[in-house]
């Protein structure tokens, strides 16, 4: 099928996409959403890999004025049947393009260097600027300045605002300017630990580039996450957002449920239909529901296997690093991982500094990347949605990001091992490695003598997650009398089965970690937990209880 329709994998720019005639999902009525926009600046918030550097392409090739012969680029695409108020405006403006994409580095001095870069490929685009008698000499200088790459951080933070003066004088017509992937930049320099300082950088370069800038048309900015305007944006008058929660631009990203049937039929893969929803689809923007993600769409259309292709790297570190630190999110994500809908309350407006103690902040980013989808609104005043995971690719991807954060901290990297002790019933092994676990996780982690029970809980049915292939991992089920904590399922029914308690030292009313152990045994008898498991025909069941006291931690097996 791949000889009737070209798959540009990875292939960003529009018109390379489609000067080779690769096979193209017609976007182009975002270029009308964007003149129909009233606002100055635009900041349009999306996952990763939903086509917004495609888009900021289509933009550059249509509106910039030094692109003259870009009609066959658009023939028998949605923007040419437009009336004159939107094909006028083909190689209208003098265009600005710069991606930030590339400029997130370990430290502060690499990503101005990279910056540098990024500035340069920029300067270049417009050299002829240098043959202008409307440019004067000490500004044609400048321009040399940053083509040689001796600018400062100063002229960095100037160079926008420039090359717009600049660019407007010579055309004698207002500027489009588009930023791509503005986030990337800070999201890496809190990983890295130096966000405070690349903020206040950043703050002055939106600063200087949009405060009193008369020779702007419109600004475009496309990132995954809505950064609070006062952090970085101050300066910028007119600026409206449109996150994954607006109506707005909600088509223009993002595989729609119509423009799906079309690829299926030309692509002849209606036998995989189902499927292909099952793994891709279920996203969200505004009111516009069933949206597919495009990159996954396009490698399973090369790659004709249903597997996870959505690969989110700077967004994951943020990630991992929020699992880390919040014991609360982590208990809310097992419940998205059992397909269970939460309640949290979304604030659209990301405050990066300090994010994993801030659980608005985190379901607002969690949402943003595409992690997570609005069902509903509960309560529109206090911010509170229904979520779930979209689709089946995010689910594997989340248990997989969970499943590495505690890799990258057992002891030689062996999560594998623990597991095998378990399931295999080699319990005093399990025991000691486990112990080992805690006194290595717990020293990453905020945990006290006053620490819930669903904090432990929490903790281990995220090293659980590494059974998925061979059990079901179910939790806070009823069974007999009550509700065990973690049940293990083999999908094997001859295999072993587990029930697991988890119990904290009650100080006012146990003296000893021995007597916690002791009152969670009598628990699981009594309520018979168990019940469940041997109705449905499974023998070998082992009982477990976690006993715990701040980092201190013990183990009692019984049958």
């Known amino acids: 099928m791949q000889e009737k329709y070209g798959i540009g994998i990875g292939t960003s720019d529009f018109k390379k996409l489609r000067l080779k005639h690769n096979y193209y999902i017609d976007k182009t009525m975002y270029i009308k959403d964007i003149i129909d926009n009233g606002s100055e600046v635009i900041l349009i918030t999306r996952p990763r890999r939903f086509g917004k550097t495609l888009n900021m392409s289509m933009l550059r090739y249509y509106f910039d004025i030094t692109e003259k012969y870009n009609a066959e680029l658009f023939e028998g695409l949605k923007i040419m049947e437009q009336d004159e108020k939107y094909t006028s405006k083909m190689s209208y403006y003098p265009c600005i393009y710069i991606t930030l994409k590339d400029v997130a580095e370990e430290t502060y001095e690499n990503m101005i260097l990279n910056l540098k870069t990024a500035v340069l490929d920029m300067y270049q685009e417009h050299m002829y600027l240098l043959k202008s008698d409307k440019i004067y000499d000490f500004e044609k200088e400048k321009i040399t300045e940053i083509l040689f790459a001796r600018e400062s951080e100063v002229d960095i933070q100037n160079s926008l605002k420039e090359l717009s003066k600049y660019l407007n004088r010579h055309h004698e017509r207002p500027v489009m300017l588009l930023i791509d992937e503005y986030d990337v930049p800070l999201q890496t320099a809190y990983v890295e630990g130096y966000y405070e300082k690349a903020a206040k950088f950043f703050k002055r370069f939106y600063g200087t580039t949009f405060k009193d800038n008369s020779y702007l048309e419109k600004t475009i900015l496309t990132g995954v996450s809505r950064v609070a305007k006062e952090s970085i944006f101050s300066g910028a008058n007119n600026f409206d957002v449109y996150t994954v929660l607006n109506d707005e631009f909600s088509d223009d990203f993002g595989i729609t449920t119509e423009e799906m049937k079309k690829v299926i039929k030309d692509f002849e893969i209606e036998e995989d239909e189902q499927e292909i929803k099952r793994w891709y689809d279920g996203y969200k923007i505004g009111n516009t529901e069933g949206i597919y993600n495009p990159w996954s769409i396009l490698q399973y259309l090369k790659n004709k296997q249903l597997m996870p292709y959505w690969i989110n790297t700077s967004s994951n570190d943020l990630i991992k690093l929020i699992l880390k630190n919040s014991s609360t999110v982590k208990q809310k994500i097992e419940q998205l991982l059992k397909d269970e809908p939460i309640e949290v309350k979304i604030d659209q407006e990301t405050v990066i500094i300090g994010i994993e103690e801030n659980e608005d902040n985190i379901w607002g980013l969690l949402l943003g990347t595409g992690y997570l989808k609005v069902l509903e609104v509960v309560d529109m005043l206090r911010k509170i949605y229904k979520v779930q995971l979209p689709n089946y690719e995010i689910k594997h991807l989340l248990e997989d990001i969970i499943d590495d954060w505690f890799r990258d901290k057992v002891i030689g990297n062996d999560l594998n091992t623990i597991l095998k002790d378990l399931t295999t019933l080699n319990l005093k092994e399990f025991e000691k490695k486990f112990q080992i676990l805690v006194e290595q996780m717990f020293s990453y982690m905020d945990v006290g003598k006053n620490t819930a029970e669903n904090f432990y809980h929490a903790f281990v049915l995220g090293m659980l997650v590494g059974l998925k292939d061979t059990y079901y991992v179910n939790s806070n089920r009823e069974s007999g009398l009550g509700r065990y904590d973690i049940?293990?399922?083999?999908?094997?029914?001859?295999?072993?089965?587990?029930?697991?308690?988890?119990?904290?030292?009650?100080?006012?009313?146990?003296?000893?970690?021995?007597?916690?152990?002791?009152?969670?045994?009598?628990?699981?008898?009594?309520?018979?937990?168990?019940?469940?498991?041997?109705?449905?025909?499974?023998?070998?069941?082992?009982?477990?209880?976690?006993a715990f006291n701040g980092k201190e931690v013990k183990i009692e097996v019984f049958k």
């Open 487 to 546: 049940m293990l399922e083999p999908k094997d029914k001859t295999a072993n089965s587990f029930i697991m308690e988890f119990k904290i030292l009650e100080n006012t009313e146990e003296k000893t970690i021995e007597e916690t152990i002791k009152n969670a045994k009598k628990q699981i008898k009594e309520k018979g937990y168990e019940k469940n498991l041997r109705e449905r025909g499974f023998t070998n069941i082992t009982k477990m209880v976690f």
